[in-house]
């Protein structure tokens, strides 16, 4: 593209590989920086909901990624016991209308992305400082380099350098709950999600390749445990007998405490996704608890639409302005419905008729909410723009 404009992405996980792939179709190869020294091997496997699919096929990234999970079929919802709570629900609607749903590992997803991109990710490297004028931030990385840039874009996590830098005061916030991860060896597992619950616990799991099952287990802690790495899979295991069938019997065969993920659940919230020049993505911009599968899928939303917006030439700032009215309504969403799922589950405390009225239901209570979270946001987008006009648009949030 003549005249592209210059783009740091800070930060070489799901939203910054995303992105950086999403730019370069429209010819706009970004400068790509990652605090570690490798993107993968950061987690272990993911559940990826038809939107993302939706969102991968716009920038012709979706059968890379399809290529590297298991399709799914069906969502179990069971008791502790293993007794049925309601009817099983049948994803092959959605996938057939939407794209398929997926399991997958995080090394699965991660290598899709980055062997799609051009861009050479400068590792061990991160953002240091920004000076300069707003409409084109001086960026000086940790590695002693400085760079001006047309647009930074922090996608670097919960833990964002890039959101400390333009929102100090936004720390995450603990949820209240935390969550165990792992992967396990499993002959010819079943394409199906299989989720427990009871009053402050949730355990899950599903196929994350042909021969490996993923389980993870949420429970509530009104402060996060100091679990030492020896004994995070004690505690895994402990909380998962509990239940019977799912995948209890898998975990307690679990000997490899470094194969096992401890984390306490953290959300992000900020005033505005960009300051300036700054933008703020996925996790970096609205972290939020993991209980409907929808931190990747608005991680990728997010990315797809910027690099949209940025990708068809507009104006830098109307396009941040843009961009911040179609995803903030969508984010929000999705945050006020996962927030109504874990309080109406305890998972963030004692469960009051008070409380939920405070967060009525977003979607249907029932495992339809995972028909009903797909959107085609572009969809919309591009229905606004054809009746409106960039301009009229950029107008109205001038």
């Known amino acids: 593209m003549p005249g592209a404009p210059r783009i740091l992405i800070v930060g070489a996980g799901i939203a910054g590989l995303t992105l950086a792939a999403s730019l370069q179709t429209f010819g706009i190869t970004p400068v790509v920086v990652e605090i570690g020294d490798a993107s993968m091997a950061r987690g272990l496997a993911l559940m ?42 049948d994803l092959h609607p959605s996938n057939e209308r939407y794209g398929p749903c997926l399991g997958i590992t995080r090394d699965g997803l991660m290598s899709a992305l980055s062997g799609s991109i051009q861009a050479r990710v400068r590792y061990s490297t991160t953002i240091a400082e920004v000076s300069g004028l707003p409409g084109a931030p001086d960026v000086l990385l940790s590695d002693g380099t400085r760079e001006r840039f047309d647009l930074v874009v922090g996608t670097d996590g919960v833990g964002s350098a890039v959101r400390k830098l333009i929102y100090p005061d936004a720390e995450p916030v603990y949820r209240r709950f935390c969550a165990w991860r792992t992967v396990m060896e499993c002959e010819d597992p079943d394409p199906v999600f299989r989720l427990s619950t009871t009053t402050g616990s949730f ?7 042909p021969a490996l099952m993923y389980a993870f287990l949420l429970a509530h802690y009104p402060e996060p445990p100091a679990l030492p790495q020896g004994e995070r899979l004690a505690r895994f295991k402990e909380l998962a007998a509990t239940y019977s069938g799912n995948v209890s019997p898998l975990i307690t065969r679990q000997h490899d405490p470094a ?40 991680a990728i939303e997010d990315a797809v639409t910027l690099a949209e917006l940025i990708g068809r030439g507009d104006d830098i700032d109307v396009a941040l302005r843009i961009y911040e009215s179609r995803r903030r309504p ?37 495992l339809k909410v995972f028909d009903e979270l797909i959107e085609d946001s572009f969809a919309v987008l591009s229905e606004r723009q054809a009746g409106t006009g960039v301009s009229e648009v950029a107008n109205s949030f001038s």
């Open 48 to 89: 990826l909901t038809s939107n993302i699919v939706i969102a991968l096929r716009r920038v012709g990234l979706d059968q890379a990624v399809i290529g590297n999970g298991i399709v799914l079929q069906r969502i179990v919802h069971m008791d502790p016991s293993g007794t049925p709570v309601e009817a099983a629900h």
């Open 203 to 209: 355990l899950g799991s599903f196929p994350a390749g």
């Open 259 to 298: 194969n096992v993920i401890f984390v306490p659940v953290l959300e992000v919230d900020t005033a505005s996704y960009h300051r300036g020049r700054i933008l703020l993505i996925g996790d970096a911009a609205h972290a939020f608890s993991p209980v409907l599968a929808q931190g990747a899928a608005m």
């Open 330 to 366: 969508r984010i929000e969403t999705i945050r006020a419905a996962v927030r109504r799922r874990t309080i109406a589950r305890g998972m963030e405390g004692q469960i009051t008729e008070d409380l939920l009225s405070q967060h009525p239901a977003v979607f249907a209570a029932s």
